[in-house]
Nanobody, 121 residues
Framework: QVQVVESGGGLVQAGGSLRLSCRAS????????MAWYRQAPGKQRELVAE???????NYADSVKGRFAISMDNNENTMYLQMNSLKPEDTAVYYC???????????????WGQGTLVTVSS
């Protein structure tokens, strides 16, 4: 079983920066890909950015050029550097892990509890 825990959310003024972290823990698992999603009040959850174990990266159009996703494979930790933040970036940000159980080969799909990012104008 694998768990993911996010950290790094908070309140920031428009134009500011925040760095989110997501650490995966458990036994006998491998990571295929990790991703950041966000959900604003009254809206559906949307993909923000994703990164594969092969370092392929994909971003939502709304954050391209402002956000950067990265992963430290040694620490099983994913990061999201968010720059030039806008009020419309306000949301709960969730971490998702797409992995494989190394013993059973079962697919793993883990979600964090979310971390709130609030951008004031």
């Amino acid at each position: 079983q694998v768990q993911v825990v996010e950290s790094g959310g908070g309140l920031v003024q428009a134009g500011g920066s925040l760095r989110l972290s997501c650490r995966a823990s458990g036994s006998s698992f491998s990571i295929n890909a990790m991703a950041w999603y966000r959900q604003a009040p009254g809206k559906q959850r949307e993909l923000v950015a994703e990164i594969s174990s092969g370092d392929m990266r994909n971003y939502a159009d709304s954050v391209k050029g402002r956000f950067a996703i990265s992963m430290d494979n040694n620490e099983n930790t994913m990061y999201l550097q968010m720059n030039s933040l806008k009020p419309e970036d306000t949301a709960v940000y969730y971490c998702n892990l797409d992995g494989t159980d190394s013993k059973s080969a079962r697919a793993l799909d883990a979600w964090g509890q979310g971390t709130l990012v609030t951008v004031s104008s």
